[in-house]
């Protein structure tokens, strides 16, 4: 989350001069330099406990993955001037839901298409790797995207149809290179399917959960069963405390309608 805070906070801070000003305002910025300084404020922050080594890997792949995506190229492929418009970068809104319970999203990055006028939201990832398949399949990691163009949405009265929403995964490392047959990159880009039918599903799923799980007054439900849910190959449980103090067997349980 250090590496990630720092990572965002650089390139929000490129991105909103180049957008805002000019590319020769944002390119005066010095980039490494906040990169570095955030990171070493984070992990001194949150009391991290690390090697040398581990700072130093780091802080070069932070820099390999900045010095790539703010390339000139790079920025012009994906961010062109003349056809942006700067909304807001870790836009805020909150969204009430039910009662005290509020959805509180962040949004990155909020663009706006000059001659469309629709609205572009991209949601930073930093990750180890790219996405696999799975990852591109897992309804909670996609869930994200599609209730942030729901509640923008209806925040901001536009239709679904002229939001479009994005990932971009900012990947530490690359494979292998005797193992692959590609050029690799630091950036993908994946875009979720998000059409009103996926967006109504994970909209009716998230409000089934927040009334499961809290009252009107916005307090934890306690009574209520939590059924464990450690997903293939336990990919839910990586960095569950539970898992990792064994407070946790990491056995699936049934599902809450199937146990009704
Ligand atoms: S360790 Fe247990 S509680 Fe944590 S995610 Fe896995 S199954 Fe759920």
Same mark, same amino acid.
């Given at each position: 989350?250090?590496?990630?805070?720092? %990572?965002?906070?650089?390139?929000?801070?490129?991105? =909103?001069?180049?957008?805002?000003?000019? #590319?020769?305002?944002?390119?005066?910025?010095?980039?490494?330099?906040?990169? &570095?300084?955030?990171?070493?404020?984070?992990?001194?922050?949150?009391?991290?406990?690390? &090697?040398?080594?581990?700072?130093?890997?780091?802080?070069?792949?932070?820099?390999?993955?900045?010095?790539?995506?703010? =390339?000139?190229?790079?920025?012009?492929?994906?961010?062109?001037?003349?056809?942006?418009?700067?909304?807001?970068?870790? +836009?805020?809104?909150?969204?009430?839901?039910?009662?005290?319970?509020?959805?509180?999203?962040?949004?990155?990055? %909020?663009? !706006?298409?000059?001659?469309? /006028?629709?609205?572009?939201?991209?949601?930073?990832?930093?990750?180890?790797? /790219?996405?696999?398949?799975?990852?591109?399949?897992? $309804?909670?990691?996609?869930?994200?995207?599609?209730?942030?163009?729901?509640?923008?949405?209806?925040?901001?009265?536009?239709? @679904? /149809? +002229?939001?479009?929403?994005?990932?971009?995964?900012?990947? *530490?490392?690359?494979?292998? #290179?005797?193992?692959?047959?590609?050029?690799?990159?630091?950036? !993908?880009?994946?875009?979720?399917?998000? $059409?009103?039918?996926?967006?109504? !599903?994970? %909209?009716?799923?998230?409000?089934?959960?927040?009334?499961? =799980?809290?009252?009107?007054?916005? @307090?934890?439900?306690?009574?209520? *069963?939590?059924? +464990?849910?450690?997903?293939?190959? !336990?990919?839910?449980? *990586?960095?569950?405390?539970?898992?990792?103090? *064994?407070?946790?067997?990491?056995?699936?349980?049934?599902?809450?309608?199937?146990?009704?």
């Amino acid at each position: 989350m250090s590496f990630g805070t720092a %990572v965002h906070e650089a390139i929000q801070a490129y991105l =909103s001069a180049y957008l805002n000003v000019s #590319e020769e305002e944002a390119n005066k910025i010095d980039i490494i330099g906040m990169f &570095t300084t955030a990171f070493k404020r984070e992990v001194t922050k949150k009391n991290i406990k690390y &090697t040398p080594e581990e700072f130093n890997e780091f802080t070069e792949d932070g820099k390999a993955i900045l010095t790539e995506f703010l =390339s000139p190229a790079n920025v012009k492929y994906h961010f062109p001037r003349d056809k942006w418009t700067l909304i807001g970068i870790e +836009k805020k809104f909150i969204l009430p839901l039910n009662g005290n319970v509020n959805l509180d999203a962040r949004l990155d990055l %909020v663009l !706006q298409e000059k001659l469309s /006028g629709d609205i572009r939201i991209v949601d930073l990832k930093t990750a180890t790797n /790219g996405w696999n398949a799975y990852q591109k399949e897992d $309804f909670t990691k996609i869930s994200q995207l599609l209730l942030y163009k729901a509640a923008y949405s209806k925040a901001e009265n536009i239709p @679904l /149809g +002229k939001i479009h929403v994005e990932f971009i995964i900012l990947k *530490r490392k690359f494979y292998d #290179e005797s193992k692959t047959n590609y050029e690799q990159t630091h950036i !993908q880009v994946f875009k979720p399917a998000a $059409f009103q039918d996926n967006i109504l !599903q994970v %909209v009716k799923e998230f409000r089934h959960f927040v009334e499961y =799980s809290f009252t009107a007054d916005g @307090l934890h439900k306690s009574d209520a *069963r939590y059924p +464990k849910i450690p997903g293939k190959n !336990q990919g839910n449980c *990586r960095f569950c405390i539970y898992g990792k103090n *064994r407070k946790c067997d990491k056995v699936a349980e049934p599902p809450i309608e199937s146990a009704a």
